[in-house]
């Protein structure tokens, strides 16, 4: 398995047919607090996470399906949109309130991130609490080019993504020990990533934290619980994998 790392949704090459060379695999992630949430959600017993990056087209799609079905959570700069039925905490999206309904979803920068790879063959997301359970099913499936992308903050790098890309690499790393199952890194920024998740990986909150995104919550109010929830490793082993573009489902 190959493993490639992109630090925002604008560093992705264009995704070509396998047969091309392109991915067959590509996990997104966006720690504080896209795929975090999403992961709870699904966990919780949400029906699907519709993703959209323009919230015009989200308030479209929403319209469309039952109102008691579906619930519509917008976040802009770490901040509900208002008139949303939700933000982006992972710690809103409770069994009370998402069991069964489906959330049309747009965030800063993790919504963007999954346009940005819909069309590879298998998709899903990660975050640090199913970052081996993502990975376990990378092997499972046998992926051989895969394509890791960090959300980013507006086009910028995020240091919580790329501790989330290390922490998925090192898993795969971990779960391949048979001698023909071998992982290795196609570029430089994976190899970052790697080495950031070594550095931090017994105090990921404190990481979280100090990283310019997690500064920019603790300014905008109490995040603690939020912090804790996205820093918790290995808590899921749900793995949310895009069913049809753009509908994220459990598996």
């Not at 819909?118 to 046998?142: E, F, I, K, S, Y």
């Not at 020990?177 to 550095?199: I, K, Y």
């Amino acid at each position: 398995m190959l493993i490639s790392y992109f630090h925002t949704s604008e560093a992705v090459p264009q995704v070509l047919p396998v047969a091309e060379g392109g991915p067959d695999a590509a996990v997104v992630i966006d720690v504080l607090r896209a795929t975090t949430t999403i992961a709870w959600a699904l966990e919780n017993g949400a029906e699907a996470i519709q993703a959209f990056a323009d919230l015009g087209e989200l308030d479209t799609a929403a319209a469309a399906w039952p109102e008691a079905q579906r619930l519509r959570a917008g976040e802009r700069g770490g901040k509900r949109v208002d008139g949303y039925d939700l933000g982006n905490s992972p710690l809103a999206v409770t069994p009370e309130v998402v069991g069964g309904k489906r959330i049309f979803m747009s965030t800063t920068n993790g919504t963007r991130s999954l346009a940005a790879v819909r069309d590879v063959p298998l998709l899903m997301t990660a975050c640090l609490p199913n970052r081996m359970a993502v990975a376990r099913r990378l092997m499972q499936q046998g992926c051989q080019r895969v394509w890791v992308v960090g959300s980013g903050w507006e086009g910028d790098y995020s240091l919580e993504d790329s501790l989330a890309a290390g922490a998925v690499a090192s898993a795969a790393t971990e779960l391949a020990v048979a001698p023909h199952v071998g992982v290795r890194f196609g570029n430089d920024e994976m190899l970052a990533a790697l080495a950031l998740w070594q550095q931090w990986h017994h105090d990921t909150e404190t990481c979280l934290r100090a990283a310019s995104h997690g500064q920019r919550l603790i300014g905008i109010g109490n995040h603690d619980a939020d912090f804790a929830c996205c820093a918790a490793v290995d808590s899921l082993q749900i793995v949310p994998l895009q069913a049809e573009p753009g509908v994220l489902r459990q598996s």
